[in-house]
């Protein structure tokens, strides 16, 4: 498990850029996160490093000798930690980088974000065990989760083409749906659109076809975290899903943020790994020490709503839910890349496994409209007098992240947001 402390965690540690050290700031020293941006008039990517409201050119600091973030992603574990303690060495206050780092920085607000790697495959899970108990209830109220749920990981394989970075506006998906007192499946707009609050975990050193990564091994296959929302069209899956999964009402769209917070930032806000009493112990190719003393993440996430009339009359977003990680996820990271390989399956850096809708056991936790609004049978009423069952043209929904801990500096994971647009 990467969750080693060293001086790069020291809550007493501050930065010369000066923006890092502000109460609430998403990106202090403590985080350095990893994303890929571009600026004008060249527009050519380049990796950078977040700290407060600037970004490290980690190529003009002459830390790295490549644009290429999946090569910065298959690094080893010791070359990536020894990046890390540069960063932070070379940020901190005092330190004698600062003259020749300076002319490295650029505003975060100056700058175009871009998918933060390569994404060449993308698995979506499904380890948010309170989001697979509320939906079964809907589908199935005598056996709310399937006889499989509490021994594998249970997952897909989604589409990555669609996968695009935070700002996102797409399309309302458009496909087949059956009414409930119809004969025969119709052809429109979806209109049970929704949203799914999720991590993204990414890959980072990949393993050979054939060679499986054993669970004690696992997290030095990924190199950290980001938010991700895949947007869902309810009805079309419905309709589609039986007997081989989603199809049409998942691959339309997929927004991942910019940041990718590594493993080694997520050291102070790790968690207990438990079952409830009563449930089984994973197998033995999913269990491990280190897995059940520290696998599980603490990080607190939020979903926000802005419709378009809130827009309009210049009227801020509204936060629907707010929920925990560790509360929420059945499986833990380490789990779904040891589970993803034993049967020999390569991952590449740069792949993609998303953590499925992570919601807790309150309603108000809620990873989903669908959950949220009962399947649509109970709308939410906004502070400005509209009402949703699911998301309608106009509307951005954002996610956002953030761990805090006593002891420790707060992190943030950013926002992911994305706008609906009409279909056609």
């Not at 003393?293 to 990080?299: H, R, V, Y």
Request: hydrophobic letters at 40%; proline letters at 7%.
């Amino acid at each position: 498990m990467n969750d080693t402390l060293n001086a790069t965690h020291d809550p007493q540690l501050r930065s010369w850029v000066a923006s890092a050290n502000e109460e609430g700031c998403d990106f202090p020293i403590q985080n350095l996160p990893f994303g890929t941006y571009s600026r004008a008039p060249r527009w050519e990517p380049r990796i950078g490093v977040a700290i407060g409201d600037q970004i490290l050119d980690l190529r003009l600091a002459r830390l790295i000798d490549t644009d290429n973030m999946n090569e910065l992603l298959a690094a080893s574990i010791e070359q990536r930690r020894g990046l890390r303690a540069a960063l932070s060495a070379g940020l901190a206050e005092g330190s004698a980088k600062q003259a020749e780092w300076e002319g490295a920085l650029v505003r975060r607000d100056a700058v175009a974000m871009h998918l933060p790697c390569r994404i060449g495959d993308y698995t979506d899970f499904y380890t948010g065990i309170h989001h697979a108990t509320t939906v079964g209830k809907l589908f199935r109220p005598d056996q709310p989760l399937m006889p499989n749920y509490k021994w594998v990981p249970i997952g897909y394989h989604g589409r990555a083409s669609s996968i695009a970075v935070s700002g996102q506006r797409f399309k309302r998906p458009q496909g087949q749906t059956q009414a409930p007192d119809a004969e025969a499946p119709s052809f429109g707009p979806s209109k049970r659109l929704d949203y799914e609050l999720e991590l993204g975990f990414v890959v980072g050193q990949g393993n050979a076809l054939g060679e499986p990564v054993a669970i004690a091994d696992a997290e030095q296959h990924l190199f950290g975290v980001t938010l991700l929302n895949d947007w869902s069209a309810r009805d079309i899956q419905a309709w589609e899903y039986q007997p081989l999964g989603p199809f049409l009402a998942k691959n339309f769209a997929t927004t991942l943020s910019p940041w990718i917070v590594t493993m080694e930032a997520l050291a102070p806000f790790r968690a207990r790994f438990e079952r409830p009493a009563g449930d089984p112990q994973p197998l033995p190719y999913l269990d491990a020490p280190a897995n059940r003393a520290s696998g599980a993440l603490d990080i607190t996430l939020e979903v926000w709503l802005q419709t378009a009339k809130m827009r309009a009359a210049g009227e801020a977003a509204v936060r629907l839910t707010r929920g925990n990680t560790a509360q929420a996820a059945y499986w833990t990271a380490a789990q779904l890349i040891a589970h993803h390989t034993v049967n020999g399956c390569n991952l590449q850096p740069g792949d993609l496994l998303g953590s499925g809708t992570l919601s807790g056991p309150k309603a108000d936790e809620a990873g989903s409209l669908l959950e949220l609004t009962l399947g649509g049978k109970q709308p939410i009423s906004l502070p400005n007098g509209e009402r949703r069952t699911f998301l309608e043209d106009g509307d951005t929904l954002s996610l956002r992240g953030y761990c805090e801990r006593a002891g420790a500096v707060r992190i943030g994971l950013g926002e992911v947001s994305g706008t609906v647009l009409p279909a056609g």
